[in-house]
C-alpha cells in the first residue's frame, strides 16, 4: 500500500531508525575506553587484547537465531520494537554494571562477560533495526520512477546515521580518554541506552506502518529462510561475502599497541583518527547513494577488497619507516590512512546488503539479514583469531616489533585472494529481480 505524504510524515519509522543506527555508531565511545581499560587497568598483552576483543563479539553469531525469533515470535503484538528494547535494556545493564563494580571485583573473567552481555544486546537490536529497514526498503512506491529513485536510499540513510553515531563516539571518546576514566565513559554510555529503552518502549510498533504479515511460526520460518539460502544469488553471495573478511588476519589489537606503546602515539591522536574512519563511512553512503547505487555489487565490492589491500602495504611502509624518511609524521598516518583503513572493511557492507535486500523473498527479511550480519560477525571473530595466530607465529609481542612488517604483508596478500572468486556475486541484480516479478 502507497503511504500518502501526509502518512509519512507522521510515521516515526525514519526518527526510530536514524536514532538506533545512530546508537549502534556511538557503540565505538564505549569500546574506546575497554581498549585503554584492559591495557592500563587490567595489563593484558596486545595478543590477549585482540582475542578478548573478537571472543566478546560471540553473540553476533547468533544472529540468525534473533531474526528468526524477531520474525515469528510477537511480543505483545510487535515482533521489531519489543526486541530493539531487549538489546537496549541489556546493554544498560553490562555497561553500568561495568562502571558501578569495584576495581576489586573486576577481572579479565568478569568484564568478558559483561561485554559478552553488551554485545547480546546489540546483536538483537541490530537484528530488529535491520529487518525493520529491509521491510520498509521493500514497499512499492507509487511509480517506477519513485522505485528506482528510492532503491538503497533506506540503507544509505541508515548508514549515515550509524556513521554520524561514529563520528560523534570517537570525537567524544578521544576527548575523554585524557579527562576521564573509562568507568567515566561506561556510566554515560549505560545512561545512553538507558534513554533508548524508554523512547523505544514509549512507540507502538503500528505507527511503523510496517508490511501486514500473519504470525507463521518458528518452523515455518526456518524453511523460508532454509529456502531462501538455498537460491545460487543468495548462497554463493554470502559464502564469498563472510570469506572475503574470514580469510583475513586482523592484526588490530597489535596495531593499536605499535601506535600507542612503540610510537607513543597519543590517545587524542588515536580518537581523532577514528573520527576520521567514522566521517569516510558517512562520505561514502552520500558517495553510494547519490554515484554508485547503479554499479554492480560484485565490481564495487572487489574494488573495495582491492582499495583494502593497498592500504595494507601502505602500512607495511609505514612500520618500515619509509613514509618517516619522507618527512610525514607519524601522527599523522594513523589519522588518515589507519582511521580509513580500519572502516574500509566495512564499506562492503552497505552495497551488499542492498543487493541482499533485492533478493531476499518476502517474510524472512529479518531471519536473512541476520543470518549474512552473523556470517559476517563470525567471519571476522575467525580473522581476528587468525590474526593472534599471525602475531604468535611471526613473534611479535609488545617489546618487539621487527617482525611486524612481515605479519603485515601476509595479512595485505591474504586480502587479494578473495578477488580471484568474486565473481561469485552476480552483476546483473536487476535483471534477476525484474524477471521474477514479471
Not at 525469533?69 to 561495568?98: C, E, K, M, N, T
Not at 532503491?151 to 560523534?168: K, N, R
Not at 590517545?267 to 567514522?278: R, T
Not at 604483508?409 to 565473481?423: D, E, H, K, R, V
Amino acid at each position: 500500500m502507497v503511504s500518502s505524504s501526509s502518512d509519512r510524515s507522521s510515521n516515526p519509522i525514519r526518527s526510530l531508525l536514524g536514532f538506533g543506527f545512530w546508537m549502534q555508531g556511538f557503540r565505538c565511545f564505549p569500546w574506546l575506553a575497554v581498549n585503554f581499560f584492559l591495557k592500563d587497568g587490567l595489563n593484558v598483552d596486545p595478543s590477549t587484547l585482540q582475542l578478548l576483543q573478537n571472543s566478546t563479539n560471540l553473540p553476533m553469531v547468533g544472529k540468525p537465531l534473533y531474526g528468526v525469533i524477531s520474525d515469528a515470535v510477537y511480543i505483545s503484538g510487535q515482533h521489531r520494537l519489543p526486541y530493539i528494547a531487549i538489546g537496549a535494556f541489556l546493554q544498560a545493564v553490562s555497561w553500568l554494571a561495568i562502571a558501578i563494580l569495584s576495581q576489586s571485583n573486576i577481572s579479565v573473567f568478569t568484564i568478558s562477560l559483561y561485554l559478552l552481555l553488551s554485545n547480546l544486546g546489540a546483536s538483537l537490536a541490530e537484528v530488529a533495526n535491520d529487518a525493520i529497514v529491509a521491510e520498509t526498503a521493500k514497499q512499492p512506491t507509487t511509480s517506477s520512477k519513485n522505485a528506482k529513485s528510492s532503491s538503497g536510499e533506506l540503507q544509505s540513510f541508515v548508514w549515515m546515521a550509524g556513521s554520524a553515531g561514529g563520528v560523534l563516539g570517537n570525537l567524544l571518546g578521544g576527548y575523554a580518554i585524557d579527562r576521564f576514566s573509562p568507568r567515566s565513559m561506561f556510566l554515560f554510555f549505560g545512561f545512553l541506552v538507558t534513554l533508548q529503552f524508554f523512547i523505544t518502549i514509549s512507540v507502538r510498533e503500528s505507527s511503523l506502518q510496517l508490511p501486514r504479515r500473519s504470525n507463521v511460526g518458528m518452523k515455518k520460518q526456518l524453511s523460508e529462510l532454509s529456502a531462501a539460502l538455498r537460491k545460487p544469488e543468495i548462497a554463493y553471495s554470502v559464502a564469498w561475502f563472510a570469506a572475503s573478511y574470514a580469510i583475513i588476519p586482523a592484526l588490530t589489537g597489535t596495531m593499536f599497541f605499535y601506535q600507542i606503546q612503540y610510537l607513543k602515539i597519543p590517545s587524542s591522536v588515536l580518537g581523532i583518527s577514528k573520527v576520521v574512519g567514522q566521517a569516510g563511512m558517512l562520505l561514502w553512503g552520500v558517495i553510494y547513494n547519490s554515484r554508485l547505487k547503479s554499479i554492480s555489487p560484485g565490481r564495487l565490492i572487489s574494488a573495495i577488497q582491492a582499495m583494502m589491500a593497498i592500504f595494507m602495504f601502505s602500512d607495511v611502509l609505514f612500520v618500515k619507516g619509509f613514509y618517516r624518511e619522507m618527512g610525514l609524521p607519524d601522527s599523522l598516518y594513523v589519522v588518515v590512512f589507519s582511521g580509513l583503513l580500519e572502516v574500509m572493511f566495512f564499506f562492503k557492507i552497505l552495497p551488499f546488503s542492498v543487493f541482499i535486500a533485492k533478493v531476499c523473498p518476502p517474510g524472512c527479511e529479518g531471519s536473512l539479514l541476520a543470518f549474512v550480519m552473523s556470517a559476517i560477525a563470525l567471519a571476522l571473530i575467525v580473522s581476528g583469531y587468525l590474526g593472534v595466530a599471525l602475531v604468535s607465529y611471526t613473534g611479535v609481542t609488545a617489546d618487539d616489533f621487527s617482525m611486524f612488517p612481515l605479519a603485515l604483508l601476509i595479512q595485505a596478500a591474504c586480502t587479494l585472494l578473495p578477488l580471484y572468486w568474486s565473481y561469485l556475486i552476480p552483476d546483473d541484480v536487476k535483471t534477476k529481480t525484474s524477471k521474477k516479478k514479471e
